[in-house]
Structure formats: C-alpha cells, structure tokens
C-alpha cells in the first residue's frame, strides 16, 4: 500500500515538472522569435541614423521597444533585453527610461561591462549631476563575489555548497572518517557566507527601493499631491530613493552634490560634499527598479 | 677592477681599525681627586680616590697632604676599561680610607704625577669634619647632597626662532640607587619646543664627588622677542639608602645584621622620597634685525640650503609640471615658509598652491631636516623656456646676517597641441602623410545590442520554481536523515542485545511456527507443541530481554501487565503455553485440526502481541 502510495507520488511529480519544462520550452521560443525580431527592427534604425533618415530610425526603434517590452511584460527578465531595451531607449532619447533598463541589466549581469559603459555614457548625458552612492572600490575588491554574481548565481553556488556539505555530512555518518569534519567546517563557513551574501543581495534589491526619472522634467513637492508646492525640479534620469508609496506618490530622496568654497576658488579648490533632498514624486514620473 | 676594490675595502678596514685605536688613544690624560662625601662626624670614615683617566701604565701619584686625617688603609689599586658606543675608556684607581682626627674645614690638597715628562696636578677638595652627634637609630643623611637638579639653556641671549638648547640635569651621587623617577617638564610659553636625542648619562666631578648625571634635552625656540623666562621643572623620585643599625652587643644581632641577611630580608633599605624642583631659567630674545632684511624674507631662522627639481621638462601648453623645492639645513623647520617664484608675467604660468611635507633627520645636538615643497605650474606660452627663479631668504644667527639662496631657471621645453606628433599605429613610415592630424574623438556613442541567443533564458524564474533546485535542497536532507538512522539502527544491532533481541523476536517466532508446522505435517506432535511452545516463550524472553529459560508463566504474566498489555491477551497467552506444554507432555495430542488450530491461535497470538509490544 505505501509502495503503491509513493509510486504515485513520484509518478505524479513526473508529470508536474516534465509539463512544466515543457511550458518554458514553448514560451522560450516565442521569447527567441520576439527577440530576434526587435534586434532586427534595432539594427535597421541603427543603418537608418547612419543615413540621416531619423523619421525611419524612430519608427523601427519604436518597434523594437514595443517587442523587448512585451517578450519583459510576459514575465521573461533577462539582462540582455534590458540592455537592448535600453539601447533603444538611449538613440530614442529617453534617457532616464534608458538609465532604467541598464541599472535593471545590471542586477541580472553585474559582470558585464558593456552595461557599466553605457550606463557612464547615459549618466553623463543627463541635466541633473546628483551625486549618486556607489560601493567603495575597497568594498567591492574584498567582497567581489557579492559584485560580480546576480541573485540566481548566488542562490545556485550556496546550493551547491550546501550540496556538498550534505553530502559530507553523509559520507561522515557511513564512512565515520574524522577527517571529512575539517572539510565539513570549511564548507559551511563558505555556505554560510554565501546565505548571508544572498540575504543581503535580496535586501538590496528588493528591501531597498529605487527609482530613475523618466519624464524631461517634473517637480519634487513638498506632499503627496499637486495641491502642494513644488520643492525643487528634477530631470530626466536623475536616480532617488523610494522611501514611501501613497497612493500614486513616491516619497522619494536624491544624493545633491555641493560646491563648498569662495566664489574667488576655482572649482577644483572647491570641496565637493553631499545633500540629501527629499520629496513627494508622481508614480508616473519615476520608474522603479 | 676587483683589484682596485679590493684595494678600498682593505683601505676602509684599515681606517675603521686605527681609526678606532686612534680614538682610544686620543683620551687625555687625567688625574682627579675625590671623596666619597665633603661632611662628615668623627666617627666617620672618608674614601678618598685618586683617579689617573687615559692610561693604566702609570706609577702612583703622590698622596696629597692631609690635616686632621690618619691612613687607615691604602691605597687599594682598581683598574677600568670601559666601552661605550665604540669608544674606549681607561682609568686606574688608588683608594685610601682616611680616620678623620680633627674638627673644622680640612683642605685635601692637590695630588701630582708624572707621565711621559708630563706632570698632571689634580684639583683639591674641602671636607668639614663636625663633633660626633648623640647617638641615634640612624644617622641623619644629607639628601641635597646625595641628589639634586638643574635647568640651564646653552646660552643666554637668542634671536627670535632661533634655536635655544634646554638643559635638564639630575645629579645623583654615584652608587646610590634611585628608583621611580618622575620628571614634570616645565611650562614652555612664548617657545616652540622640539625633544632632542635620547637621555645622556655620563659622570661629573663635583666638589670633590663623583655623581652621576642624567641628562635631558629639548631644542626651544623662541616665538616673541623680550625678557622670557622658562618656568621650573619638577622631579620626584625615590633614594634607596642603607641604613646603618646599633649593635646592642648581642651575639644574635652581630649574625642577623650581616649584609646578606639585610638584602635577602631587604632589611636596612629605606626608600626617602625626594622631590626637586629647579629654578626658572630666564632668557633675553632679541627681535631679528630689520636692517638688510630682503623682501622674500619670511621667517626662517638657522643654518639653510635649497635644491629644486621638476619631474618633466618637456610638456604642452597647459600641461601640469610638478616643481619640487627642498629646503634643508639646521633650524626650526616647521616654520620654513615656501620659497618664492619670481615671476615676471602673471599670464605665463598658472600656478597652484604648494603642498608640503616636513622630514626631521637629525635631533641629537641640533634639529636638522628637510621640507619638500610640491608646486603644480602650468605653463602658459610656447615661448616659455624655463621655470622662474626660486628664492629663499632666511637669517643665520651665528653670522648675524640675513642670507638669501636663488636657485637659477630650471630650463623646460613648452609645445603646442598642434605640433604633437600622433601615436602611430601599424603604419609604417613611408606610408605616412606628410601632414599628419590628431586622432580627434567626434561623438562619444552607447556600445551595440547584444545578439547572442545561448545566454538567452529567464533570469527571473524564482528558484523555487526549479525542480532541480528544490531537488537539491530537499534530497541531501532526506538521504542525511535516513542514513543517520539506518546507522544508528545498525549499530544499536550490534551493540545493544536487547535491542537486537527485541527487533529480531517477530521474525524469531515466525520460524518457529513454521518449523512447527513442518513438525504438524511431519506428524510429529510432541515436536510441534514443543514448537509452539519456544515460539512463543522466546518471542517474550526476547521481546523483554531475559533468557528464555526463566520465561515461566507467571514471570511472563507479570511482565506483560507491567506493559500494560490487555489482561485477556495476558490469559490468552499463559493459556496457550499451559495448554502447548501439557499436549507436549501428555498422550493427548489431539487431531489434527485440533493441532492446525493451535497453530493459528498460536500465530494470531504473535501478531496481537507484537501489536502490543
């Protein structure tokens, strides 16, 4: 009876991931076809500027924004979408919505480069130059696994780790050779590093909430509404920090940068130091990322 | 080439030898006279010391003349040779015991010896003999004699920020110990001071006494001109003295009062906290001349000299040269100011602010250093062919004059952009246009798509929705688990008897019932009986771990209820074993149905049982 219990049980596991594999397969073509698509419809648009033909080169990029949005709006997130998505938005002078799709490339390859480089290239075309905080080299150097691996890398090399720990663990209780503890320890000191790395990358993106303007210009207010006056202006692509949703408001702050010095002094005299500005943003204006 | 290396080194050695000899040679001679203390009772006795510094090979001097004293014994010849820091040092000592017989002011007059032709006279010493005090515990002690201090600068008059050397002196006569020294600097106003050198020790004749001295240094400068004092300096510290016991006449105290029991004991030591304090040391600090003081004069006072350097000579318009000025010499260092440009034409260079770092290399008799300044200028012109004058003024106290350095242009060579020649790639030089141009960046542009396909997949599944994943998570966990327990299940076979009884007892009694049956059909009905009859008591004796020959009715009874099993079950059982044992035994075997039944009853006996157990 339990053997007739268990067959069943395994048989219908089968089943469940064989039709689950099979579903990606199917969506995972389509995701081919659509992506094949928009880097075609891209490529054009890239030819068309080269010709001078802007009006075509808008149209095809139109196009191919549409396709990366859809193959993302169907639950696909791969960084090399958002990079490209990104580029569109880039030669369609959407900066900030460009900035976006890069800093979201970015979490999926953070070892990319190409990424990083045009990101620079977007940041230092953007109107507002809000001093935005980066890890310490030194940080990034010492912790560098935590830089270099996306969330799933790091979720696969600790169950890895922790594989072979168990395995371990189980090659002590049969074989009781004392000279797998050693190895046990040093495994899961690494596993343990690697949980709390992977904590600390699920906290970042997703305790933390941030954001990028993607309007050309809107205003900062001092509440969540447009009843209230507006604090300060903000550009497209400037990066903040969500703090609070209400209703269709963010609560939102950016890293100012400020000169402080005579105005006799060069700007290379002057010391650079940082303001935080708070305030309450449209939902519409800001795009999470 | 290794010969005329060789021919140095040899050289070298033979300097650093003689050298050295040389310098042990070169000690004057010298001759002292010194007493062990200047006040004294008649009951005292005096140590007097004629000491010959600078050789050993020397006859005696002559025993000075002396009033008031009788020779107990002498002299007593002692022979030094010390070495400190490389240098040698020899001295030779005759040391009398004198008995002073007379009171009042006695003049130990001076000694004489004659060495190599040459006669060395030593200086004479005073000592006041005074009536013998009643007696007492101990004798009183003349702690300013025995310790004292002095603050005293190398000179009297200085120049503003000139250097002032701050002496601090502990005297303490030789041989006696002083402990936990505790020395308080003085207040240093209107100076800025600098620590020089480590502690000196060395030894200073003083009225006749040897003391040793330990000696404190700090280089002063002083800031404001006019009449400056340097406050006192304090100094505590602890003098260990033997105190000297009266004998009461007792045997006992003539063996307890030997040294060695006062040291082991630590008996006769007294420590006498002393503390001093210096006076105030004033100082006469003059205003720097204002005649023939020079324009770029500003503030340096001491013994200077400058060098200046730059990194590139060869740059373009408007690229950085950093300029290196050192300042170095004897003086206050941290006050040196930036030495001038002397810039004709503001428009030439663009200049920025000098950083500067401050190397203290010498503090032993005077503060010697260096202070680097690092200047940015940015040339302006083409026409530019050398970095401006660097001058430095700075006032030499020992000639009393102002001087000035001027270091000459520094020549440089200033191009244009234009005229810079491009990075030439794979070209070679024939081919090259006569009219190069510069690699110019027109527009900066964002890197293409990415295209490849393989890399290609959902990064945004979440894992638990891989099966593989979870497999991996759940599987090593269920595996750890059933191997712990199949382990442990193992071992406790092998270890635990009862255990093994207890898991084993079931199928123990299903081969039992099998072999009755066997028996049954063999038609062998005492075997069968007796079968079912071991089936039964081993399953027990087993399942409660005895041996199977105590398992008795009753015993077997109790145990059962002890288990809590029904009472009917209980009957049951002592039933069947009394009923299996009586057929077993007895002519009354029964039929063979009969038989078969006991043989059911027997294993659904087993099997309630095994469900109560």
Redesign the interface.
């Known amino acids: 009876m339990i053997r007739a219990r268990f067959c069943i049980f395994i048989l219908a596991?089968l089943f469940?991931?064989t039709e689950?594999a099979f579903a990606?397969q199917l969506s995972?073509d389509g995701?081919?076809k659509m992506?094949?698509a928009a880097?075609e419809n891209?490529?054009q648009a890239?030819k068309f500027i080269a010709e001078k033909n802007l009006q075509g080169a808008n149209k095809k990029l139109e196009e191919a924004a549409l396709q990366y949005e859809m193959i993302l709006s169907k639950?696909?997130?791969?960084?090399?979408?958002y990079?490209?998505l990104g580029?569109?938005y880039?030669?369609l002078g959407e900066t900030g919505k460009a900035i976006l799709n890069y800093r979201k490339a970015h979490r999926?390859m953070p070892r990319n480069a190409?990424i990083d480089?045009?990101l620079r290239?977007?940041k230092n075309s953007i109107e507002d130059k809000e001093v935005y905080y980066e890890t310490p080299a030194v940080l990034q150097r010492v912790f560098f696994w935590f830089f270099l691996m996306?969330k799933?890398e790091i979720?696969?090399f600790s169950?890895?780790l922790?594989?072979i720990v168990?395995?371990l663990?189980?090659a002590l209780?049969?074989l009781k050779y004392q000279w797998l503890k050693r190895f046990i320890i040093g495994f899961s000191a690494g596993l343990l590093i690697a949980v709390v790395s992977l904590g600390i990358k699920i906290y970042a993106e997703h305790g933390t909430d941030r954001g990028v303007v993607i309007t050309k210009k809107c205003s900062v207010r001092y509440g969540p509404g447009e009843e209230y006056e507006a604090k300060y202006e903000i550009h497209d692509g400037a990066e903040c920090v969500i703090e609070q949703v209400k209703g269709k408001w963010y609560k939102v702050y950016v890293h100012v940068g400020i000169k402080q010095g005579d105005a006799l002094q060069t700007d290379g005299d002057k010391k650079e130091d940082k303001e935080i500005r708070r305030g309450w943003l449209h939902r519409d204006d800001v795009g999470a990322i | 080439m290794k010969k005329s290396i060789g021919f140095f080194v040899f050289l070298a050695l033979l300097i650093v030898v003689f050298g050295g000899r040389g310098k042990m040679y070169a000690q004057e001679v010298n001759l002292t006279t010194t007493v062990n203390k200047t006040l004294l009772t008649l009951d005292d006795k005096l140590t007097l010391t004629l000491t010959v510094y600078g050789t050993q090979d020397v006859s005696p001097p002559t025993f000075p003349e002396i009033e008031g004293f009788s020779v107990l014994y002498g002299p007593q010849i002692s022979a030094q040779t010390r070495i400190v820091n490389g240098a040698v040092s020899v001295s030779k000592g005759y040391t009398y015991v004198l008995q002073p017989v007379a009171t009042g002011k006695h003049t130990i007059g001076p000694s004489t010896m004659e060495y190599k032709g040459n006669r060395y006279t030593s200086s004479p010493v005073i000592v006041e003999v005074i009536e013998s005090k009643p007696s007492s515990g101990t004798k009183s002690i003349d702690l300013d004699k025995l310790v004292f201090t002095e603050l005293k600068t190398d000179k009297e008059e200085a120049y503003v920020y000139e250097q002032v050397t701050l002496f601090f002196r502990l005297y303490f006569q030789k041989g006696l110990p002083v402990a936990d020294i505790d020395y308080t600097a003085p207040a240093i106003k209107n100076f800025m001071e600098e620590k020089l050198g480590d502690q000196v020790q060395y030894e200073e004749i003083r009225d006749g006494i040897i003391y040793n001295v330990l000696e404190l240094r700090t280089a002063i400068f002083p800031i404001v001109s006019g009449e400056l004092s340097v406050s006192s300096a304090k100094l505590k510290c602890n003098l260990i003295v033997q105190e000297q016991r009266n004998r009461s006449g007792s045997p006992y105290d003539d063996f307890f009062s030997d040294s060695f029991f006062d040291d082991f004991f630590g008996r006769g030591q007294k420590k006498y906290p002393v503390e001093r304090i210096t006076n105030p040391v004033l100082l006469k600090v003059k205003p720097l001349p204002e005649t023939g003081k020079p324009k770029e004069f500003k503030g340096a006072v001491g013994n200077f000299n400058m060098e200046a350097s730059v990194k590139t000579s060869r740059v373009k318009v408007g690229d950085p040269i950093t300029l290196s000025v050192s300042v170095y010499g004897d003086g206050n260092i941290q006050t040196i100011n930036e030495p001038e440009l002397i810039i004709n034409n503001k428009d030439d260079f663009k200049i920025y602010p000098a950083e500067s770092t401050t190397q203290i290399t010498n503090r032993e008799e005077v503060i010697r250093g260096r202070k680097v300044f690092s200047k940015v200028i940015e040339p302006q012109k083409t026409e530019l062919k050398s970095i401006p004058a660097i001058v430095f003024s700075y006032f030499d106290p020992r000639e009393n004059r102002y001087e000035t350095i001027t270091k000459e242009p520094i020549p440089i060579t200033v191009e244009s952009w234009e005229q810079e020649i491009p990075i030439q790639l794979t070209l070679s030089q024939e081919k090259l246009p006569s009219s190069q141009q510069q690699v110019r960046l027109l527009t900066?542009?964002?890197?293409?798509?990415?295209?490849?396909?393989s890399?290609?997949?959902?990064?945004?599944s979440p894992?638990y929705?891989n099966?593989f994943?979870v497999g991996?998570?759940f599987l090593?966990?269920v595996?750890?688990i059933t191997?712990?327990f199949v382990?442990r299940h193992k071992d406790r076979l092998q270890t635990d008897i009862g255990y093994a009884r207890n898991r084993r007892a079931h199928s123990v009694a299903n081969k039992r019932l099998g072999m009755a049956e066997s028996a049954l059909s063999g038609g062998s009905a005492s075997e069968f009986y007796a079968c079912l009859s071991g089936g039964i008591t081993e399953y027990l004796a087993d399942k409660f771990n005895i041996p199977a020959a105590s398992a008795s009715g009753d015993k077997i009874a109790d145990l059962l209820r002890n288990k809590r099993v029904p009472g009917n079950i209980v009957e049951e059982v002592i039933r069947c074993l009394s009923d299996f044992d009586y057929r077993r035994f007895s002519s009354d075997t029964g039929t063979k149905d009969e038989m078969e039944h006991s043989l059911n009853i027997a294993g659904q006996l087993i099997t309630k049982l095994e469900k109560q157990l």
Do not use: W
């Open positions: 596991a469940f991931c689950k990606d995972k995701v081919v992506f094949a880097n891209h490529m890239v639950g696909f997130g791969n960084g090399q979408v990079y490209n580029n569109t880039y030669r999926l190409e480089a045009n290239l977007a996306n799933n979720i696969a169950v890895s922790y594989v168990m395995s663990f189980i209780i049969i | 900066q542009d964002i890197l293409p798509i990415m295209t490849g396909l890399s290609l997949k959902n990064q945004r894992f929705k099966p994943t991996c998570l090593p966990a595996v750890l191997s712990f382990v």
